[in-house]
């Protein structure tokens, strides 16, 4: 009986209270499969920082979203509480699925980009065993308990309405809030990592503090004095560095006035490339390259921007921004790009992406601050693989194309997508290798055989016609792919095929092909930033801006430094301690100088 009265005294209360710890509680379980290497398994982990200050962080954002209850009436009051739980609820599933395709939680830059975008590349929604997991249950289990108490408090009429001051309490609560949310970084964890924002915030508060990051970083940065002095010195390390290292293949200006013909191939890893399976090769036209070919393996450093940001390193040497994209929020940002380098030089340059309906942004700048002449996304063709059209047609328009400039120097650059996340099964009967009880990663494998396949037959078209005589390829794999998608389940394929690796060390390859080249494996630990400086060294072009140096990468084949920063932070290989004081500045080098149209002011 006593029970009973206490329940219905406050009832109010509990039914708030509930709510609170309810999405406390979700948080803790979104952030903990967030923080899991593949997001299906629970990482008991609260991210960095103080627990207590983070707790604090949450309550205080509860708080200011329930005192805008106290601005309804009545029923209204209870109402809306309940729909900002479902809110969030709905938020934090958002926030799964997106975390477990495409890593980390969305940005409010992800829903305008994807504004015009197509169902093309989407299929992969269409088979849950991408994006969900059995414990996902658990943001929904409560549900209908919750409904149930609503629906039960109105009825038997339990909810209590007390007269409170509404606009002090919220402006308290927001002002507590600010308060909080201004505590060092480190303490409270609202780093760049979005993970660690949604362990602070809540999901729902991530989203509104990303809404407002999202319209500060696309303002105009100033460039400072001291960000010019950190550029400076970062400069004349490289410098330094490669006048006193050693070219031992006599490599500088090898490749000069050969046409340039580079392959992008969607998610390669270089566990693809010189290894088989069952007997196998996974890559032979590849391989065949090898033989006249430089081979680099290079750290993936991609940031917001995937794919776009290999162009983006891959053309410029510029590390891309630390929490925007590049293309989408600076399209006029200029860059001195190796298409620009090249039509000083005579080329013709074209550009050539599979990508048809992509939201990278590369329709606003491939012509314009990337320097391209022409730059082509409708290709035809009806054949598709994972949603997008299959790279035998974009590499047979793409002959077809290259054969109208063969009779002058020409630079192109051709985007491939056939081999993109979620590695489905096969679904055009193009999987060669016998590999179905390997699941996800067992279909990488086969989408890089195909790939592989695709460029062999192109390749034979280049040699048949002569273009290949006095013509290049550099083929690259834009960034991670089983790796960085999905770890837990390359990881533990690697414990059968240990070529596959391990997921805190994977590479893409970085290949140079050319008939005059001798087959050699460079060794030095680098990133894809280092690619086109290592490129302009070998083509001898001198990209000289102002007079001085502009890349934020290093020649590969000059070099006595053993290093690549990962997106993260993180360093590969070794550095002494003012080296690295000085190189791991480059991404937010590069950031400032990219939000300040540095390089407009030539």
Not at 88 to 115: E, K, T
Not at 307 to 335: G, H, V
Request: glycine content about 6%; hydrophobic content about 40%; some cysteine.
């Amino acid at each position: 009986m006593k029970l009973k009265q206490f329940l219905a005294k406050n009832y109010s209360i509990i039914f708030v209270c509930l709510i609170a710890l309810l999405i406390l509680i979700k948080n803790a379980l979104l952030v903990g499969f967030m923080h899991h290497s593949d997001h299906f398994g629970y990482h008991l982990f609260y991210g960095e920082g103080f627990i207590g200050l983070k707790l604090i962080l949450e309550l205080m954002f509860l708080a200011f979203i329930f005192s805008i209850s106290l601005f309804f009436k009545k029923k209204g009051r209870y109402i809306y509480i309940f729909i900002m739980y479902m809110v969030i609820m709905i938020l934090n599933v958002v926030d799964m699925v997106y975390c477990r395709c495409f890593q980390g939680a969305p940005g409010i830059f992800w829903i305008f980009m994807n504004r015009d975008r197509s169902t093309e590349g989407n299929s992969y929604f269409l088979d849950p065993s991408i994006y969900a997991s059995w414990l996902d249950i658990l943001f929904f289990i409560d549900i209908p308990f919750i409904i149930f108490m609503l629906i039960f408090g109105f009825k038997k009429d339990l909810f209590k309405y007390p007269k409170l001051n509404s606009p002090l309490l919220c402006t308290m609560s927001f002002l507590v809030l600010i308060a909080f949310s201004t505590i060092n970084p480190k303490k409270t964890c609202a780093s760049t990592n979005t993970e660690n924002k949604v362990a602070a915030y809540t999901s729902l508060g991530y989203h509104i503090i990303d809404f407002k990051d999202s319209i500060e970083v696309g303002n105009k940065a100033k460039i400072t004095d001291s960000v010019l002095n950190d550029f400076k010195s970062y400069q004349n390390l490289l410098i330094e560095d490669e006048l006193s290292a050693k070219d031992n293949l006599n490599a500088s200006g090898v490749l000069k006035d050969s046409n340039l013909i580079f392959i992008q191939m969607e998610a390669i890893e270089s566990l693809c490339i010189g290894n088989t399976i069952n007997g196998k090769e996974i890559t032979p036209n590849l391989n065949k390259l090898l033989d006249n070919s430089y081979r680099f393996d290079l750290y993936d450093q991609i940031k917001n921007g995937s794919s776009s940001d290999c162009d983006l390193m891959m053309m410029t040497s510029q590390f891309p921004m630390n929490k925007a994209i590049n293309f989408n929020y600076f399209p006029k940002s200029e860059y001195h790009s190796l298409a620009e380098e090249l039509k000083l030089n005579g080329y013709n340059t074209l550009y050539i992406n599979g990508s048809n309906h992509s939201e990278w942004g590369y329709r606003d700048v491939e012509t314009t601050t990337m320097g391209f002449d022409k730059d082509i996304y409708d290709i035809p063709g009806d054949k598709k693989v994972v949603g997008y059209i299959a790279d035998e047609c974009v590499l047979d328009f793409a002959y077809d194309e290259i054969e109208k400039l063969k009779d002058s120097k020409f630079y192109t650059h051709i985007v491939l997508v056939s081999s993109h996340f979620p590695y489905p099964k096969d679904e055009n009967n193009i999987y060669e290798l016998g590999l179905k009880n390997m699941g996800a990663v067992g279909n990488y494998i086969e989408l890089a055989h195909y790939v592989d396949k695709c460029i062999g037959e192109f390749v034979n078209k280049l040699e048949e016609s002569g273009i290949l005589d006095n013509s290049t390829l550099v083929i690259t794999g834009d960034h991670g792919g089983i790796h960085r998608f999905m770890p837990n389940r390359a990881n533990k394929q690697a414990k059968k095929y240990p070529f596959i690796g391990n997921s805190d060390d994977y590479t893409v390859p970085y290949i140079v092909y050319n008939k005059k080249l001798d087959k050699q494996k460079i060794n030095v630990i680098g990133g894809q930033i280092d690619a086109l400086p290592t490129l302009a060294y070998m083509y001898d072009l001198k990209f000289n801006y102002k007079e001085g140096r502009i890349f934020m990468g290093r020649n590969l084949l000059k070099t006595n430094l053993n290093y690549a920063y990962l997106n993260n932070g993180k360093l590969k290989g070794t550095l002494t301690k003012e080296e690295k004081k000085i190189l791991s500045k480059g991404y937010d080098i590069s950031d400032i100088l990219i939000r300040g149209y540095y390089y407009n002011e030539d």
